[in-house]
T-cell receptor, first 112, second 113 residues
Framework: EAQVTQNPRYLITVTGKKLTVTCSQN?????MSWYRQDPGLGLRQIYY???????DKGDVPEGYKVSRKEKRNFPLILESPSPNQTSLYFC???????????FGPGTRLTVT | GEDVEQSLFLSVREGDSSVINCTYT??????LYWYKQEPGAGLQLLTY?????DMKQDQRLTVLLNKKDKHLSLRIADTQTGDSAIYFC?????????????FGTGTLLAVQP
């Protein structure tokens, strides 16, 4: 089944404790992206990747890192999480950047 | 700049038609999309329209595109309680190495029985 998977689905952590949210797609898509969703703000892009080893900042990259060592995986890293990073995070992939995007189920992160 | 705007909330009665509106700013968009997000779930593509089309109909869904006014709408006929969700419009931005989708803020559709 073609899908985008994210792990974990739910995470509660404390300020400053490094965490990684994994994202994997099995559709051989070139493009992958991370978004955060906050009430009233819609989806805001954090980082995106046009292909392996090619990543770039989105609209709200501060406090986040990504890597794209393999085509299928695009982990999101929070080196020192803060409470303002409490949000719902979505990973997405697409054949190319301006094509239909396929979304993962979301990761709800709470930073206390 | 890149900006996609939607109203935040729409309430309709079951059986009525719903119309969700979206305005965008980039005239070079090639595709425009409508996504649906049900509670606790990710976004799923509902429908899309190519920028050289004015209208697309898919069962209960009708998409209208006014390229001159940069206005996109989604009409849901015979709205059901199962249509209650957040609806996002998105435009494709094609610009060399920065091809991507820009999403609106989402419209929460509440269907009253």
């Amino acid at each position: 089944e073609a899908q985008v998977t994210q792990n974990p689905r739910y995470l509660i952590t404390v300020t400053g404790k490094k965490l990684t949210v994994t994202c994997s797609q099995n559709m051989n898509h070139e493009y992958m992206s991370w978004y955060r969703q906050d009430p009233g703000l819609g989806l805001r892009q954090i980082y995106y990747s046009m292909n392996v080893e090619v990543t770039d900042k989105g609209d709200v990259p501060e406090g986040y890192k990504v890597s794209r060592k393999e085509k299928r995986n695009f982990p999101l890293i929070l080196e020192s999480p803060s409470p303002n990073q409490t949000s719902l995070y979505f990973c997405a992939s697409a054949p190319k950047g301006d094509y239909e995007q396929y979304f993962g189920p979301g990761t709800r992160l709470t930073v206390t | 700049g890149e900006d996609v705007e939607q109203s935040l909330f729409l309430s309709v009665r079951e059986g009525d038609s719903s119309v969700i509106n979206c305005t965008y700013t980039d005239s070079s968009s090639t595709y425009l999309y409508w996504y649906k997000q049900e509670p606790g779930a990710g976004l799923q593509l509902l429908t899309y329209i190519f920028s050289n089309m004015d209208m697309k109909q898919d069962q209960r869904l009708t998409v209208l595109l006014n390229k001159k006014d940069k206005h996109l709408s989604l009409r849901i006929a015979d709205t059901q309680t199962g249509d209650s969700a957040i609806y996002f419009c998105a435009e494709s931005i094609k610009g060399g190495a920065t091809n991507k989708l820009i999403f609106g803020t989402g419209t929460l559709l509440a269907v009253q029985p």
